[in-house]
């Protein structure tokens, strides 16, 4: 068991910023998740388009499931929609990054809370090589 949560994990989710949030919210929210997840090592990609939020999150299984139940209960977004979760041999990124999508791709986000799995995965994959890091 103790193995098991000590294996590379990943979450992806897509969200929505809550209605009346402001978008200023994002770069506290930035802020906060760079120098929190540094501490548990956790690494990946928070893509915001102006409305909606994608988010992988990796490290230990321990600390990705436990960051993504206090990312769940943030009232800054709505809309949560876990759309792959799984094992991971190798992380995806060395540090955490935000990235913002032009708001004319907002469609993407939307689509991709439609997939899950292998296609999910490769969406993000897409939204990845599209946005400037
Ligand atoms: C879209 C979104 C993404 C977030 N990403 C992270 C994250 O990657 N790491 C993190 O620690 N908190 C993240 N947060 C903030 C958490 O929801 C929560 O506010 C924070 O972990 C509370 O930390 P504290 O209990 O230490 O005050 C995110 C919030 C939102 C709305």
Do not use: W
């Amino acid at each position: 068991m103790t193995s098991s949560l000590n294996t590379l994990y990943e979450v992806l989710y897509v969200s929505v910023l809550a209605p009346g949030a402001p978008v200023s919210a994002v770069a506290e929210i930035a802020g906060h998740a760079r120098a929190a997840n540094a501490q548990r090592g956790i690494t990946g990609l928070l893509v915001f388009d102006g409305n909606g939020f994608c988010q992988q999150l990796e490290g230990t299984q321990k600390n990705v499931l436990s960051a993504m139940e206090r990312i769940s209960q943030d009232a800054r977004h709505v809309q949560i929609s876990v759309v792959h979760h799984g094992p991971l041999t190798a992380r995806r990124f060395s540090d955490f990054s935000l990235a913002f999508s032009p708001a004319e791709d907002a469609d993407t986000l939307a689509a991709l809370a439609l997939l899950d799995g292998e296609a999910a995965l490769q969406a993000f994959h897409a939204l990845r090589a599209s946005v400037l890091l």
